[in-house]
């Protein structure tokens, strides 16, 4: 696509629910990248994808998410048995390659756990 | 380890008036350097990166930075400010070093702050 497209832009969900965001990224991009940016924080680095591998997931806050990249495309981010903690904008971003200079952001999924 | 302050947390500027939005990094070897926006409900949009070359790098609508590497700073500038430049700032660092991880670390971010 045009744009690193995420879905949805906003979810509401109660603590204990599992959810997913979506990540489409531009389209012949090999390296997928996930932050997340709380409220008046900036931003904290997840995980990356080399096509459908993540080789370091320590970024990950807890053994509550997980991510998934399929394809060399969409990637999936999964928050089990969510908590009030994990309310924040997740934000997506792809670039050509590993090595490429700088990122294409998607506008982001704002989860608010309630 | 790679790290980025921004130092302020807001800063405040008149429409018209020239503008600096501070950085400063830490990299063990040289670092890429880059600047994104975000304005509000929007995702990070870039504007600018340093790479090699020139010291002073101009981006868009507008806007420059210099890196200083005895200083180790990027600090991002605008001769006169509009106030659709209103939006959170921020600067990015990345080692280029063949041992360097493969993301971005990215500061607290500066919002910014242009009245009319």
């Known amino acids: 696509g045009a744009g690193v497209s995420q879905s949805p832009s906003n979810k509401v969900t109660e603590k204990g629910k599992d959810v997913e965001l979506r990540c489409d990224p531009i389209?012949?991009?090999?390296?997928l990248y996930w932050y997340r940016q709380s409220l008046g924080q900036g931003l904290e680095f997840l995980i990356y994808f080399q096509g459908n591998s993540a080789p370091d997931k320590s970024g990950l806050p807890s053994d509550r998410f997980s991510a998934e990249r399929t394809g060399g495309s969409v990637s999936t981010l999964t928050i089990q048995r969510t908590q009030q903690e994990d309310s924040a904008v997740y934000l997506c971003?792809?670039?050509?390659?590993?090595?490429?200079?700088?990122?294409?952001f998607g506008s982001g999924t704002r989860l608010t756990v309630v | 380890a790679q790290s980025v302050a921004q130092p302020e947390d807001q800063v405040n500027v008149a429409e018209g008036n020239p503008l600096t939005v501070k950085c400063t990094y830490s990299?063990?070897?040289?670092?890429?350097l880059f600047w994104y926006v975000q304005y509000p409900n929007r995702g990070l949009q870039f504007l600018l990166k340093y790479i090699t070359g020139d010291n002073l790098v101009k981006g868009s609508y507008g806007f420059e930075a210099e890196f200083n590497k005895s200083q180790t700073s990027f600090h991002l500038k605008k001769p006169s400010a509009l106030v659709s430049d209103s939006a959170l700032y921020f600067c990015?660092?990345?080692?280029?070093?063949?041992?360097?991880?493969?993301?971005?670390?990215f500061g607290g971010g500066t919002r910014l702050m242009v009245k009319p």
């Open positions: 389209s012949g991009h090999t390296a």
């Open positions: 971003a792809s670039s050509l390659a590993l090595n490429s200079y700088g990122y294409t």
């Open positions: 990015a660092v990345r080692d280029k070093g063949p041992n360097a991880g493969n993301m971005l670390t």
């Open positions: 990299v063990s070897g040289n670092p890429y």
